[in-house]
């Protein structure tokens, strides 16, 4: 069973940065992808970044790029997300996920965390 829990989520001014983390239980293979998503109220949730855990070829959303990190540390079983120049459409809970392939769509994903609130104000 895998056990996904997200932290370091927070009250940032805009422009300022942040750092999640996501610590992972269970297993992890090279094959999987870990990925953050975001879910702002009254919105649906939606892609942030990905990583793969083998190679850590990294993705992101059009609207993160340039500004969010996401890395891993494979012997840590951790991930993180690296977010400076903060905006306050970045609002939102932040939620880490497993998934077997890379995609952009929740539902592909298998394994999610709690999510960790992340606010901005302007």
């Known amino acids: 069973q895998v056990q996904l829990v997200e932290s370091g989520g927070g009250l940032v001014q805009a422009g300022g940065s942040l750092r999640l983390s996501c610590a992972a239980s269970?297993?992890?293979?090279?094959?999987?992808?870990m990925a953050w998503f975001r879910q702002a109220p009254g919105k649906e949730r939606e892609f942030a970044a990905a990583?793969?855990?083998?190679?850590?070829?990294?993705y992101y959303a059009d609207s993160v790029k340039g500004r969010f990190t996401v890395s891993r540390d494979k012997a840590k079983k951790m991930m993180y997300l690296q977010m400076s120049s903060l905006l306050p459409e970045d609002a939102a809970v932040y939620f880490c996920?497993?998934?077997?392939?890379?995609?952009?769509?929740?539902?592909?994903?298998?394994?999610w965390g709690q999510g960790t609130q992340v606010t901005v104000s302007s």
């Open positions: 269970g297993s992890i293979f090279s094959s999987h992808v």
């Open positions: 996920a497993r998934g077997n392939s890379l995609d952009t769509i929740p539902i592909s994903y298998q394994y």
């Open positions: 990583i793969r855990w083998g190679y850590g070829t990294t």
